[in-house]
């Protein structure tokens, strides 16, 4: 079975760092492309960002840009994505998806995923 679980959530104040973990199974990691996604109450989930496994290349949405950092551990089929210089507008829920033909100019679309996660929730305080 095809999992994605997402963890490390949890509650910051502001300026502060959590590194959230997406561990993959069932799937041939090294195929795809992990994305991160969130969605805020009220609002439409979007991409925050994304790492190819075959190539490494990654990608960043311009809200975190500078303040977030993607990799990715092939040996343990597991993606983090470090969050540092949190802001109370960073409060959402965390998702991590996986996709094996992800078009890397439109990486933020969630159409791009095969495969999603649980999420974890974030809680930027001010």
């Known amino acids: 079975d095809v999992q994605l679980q997402a963890s490390g959530g949890g509650l910051v104040q502001a300026g502060g760092s959590l590194r959230l973990s997406c561990a993959a199974s069932?799937?041939?990691?090294?195929?795809?492309?992990i994305g991160w996604f969130r969605q805020a109450p009220g609002k439409e989930r979007e991409g925050v960002s994304c790492?190819?496994?075959?190539?490494?290349?990654?990608h960043y949405a311009e809200s975190v840009r500078g303040r977030f950092t993607i990799s990715s551990d092939n040996a343990k089929n597991t993606v983090y994505l470090q969050m540092n210089s949190l802001k109370p507008e960073d409060t959402a829920v965390y998702y991590c998806?996986?996709?094996?033909?992800?078009?890397?100019?439109?990486?933020?679309?969630?159409?791009?995923?095969?495969?999603w996660g649980q999420g974890t929730l974030v809680t930027v305080s001010s």
């Open positions: 069932g799937f041939a990691f090294d195929d795809h492309a």
């Open positions: 998806a996986a996709g094996s033909s992800v078009l890397l100019a439109v990486w933020m679309l969630d159409v791009e995923y095969d495969y």
């Open positions: 790492i190819s496994n075959s190539d490494g290349t990654t």
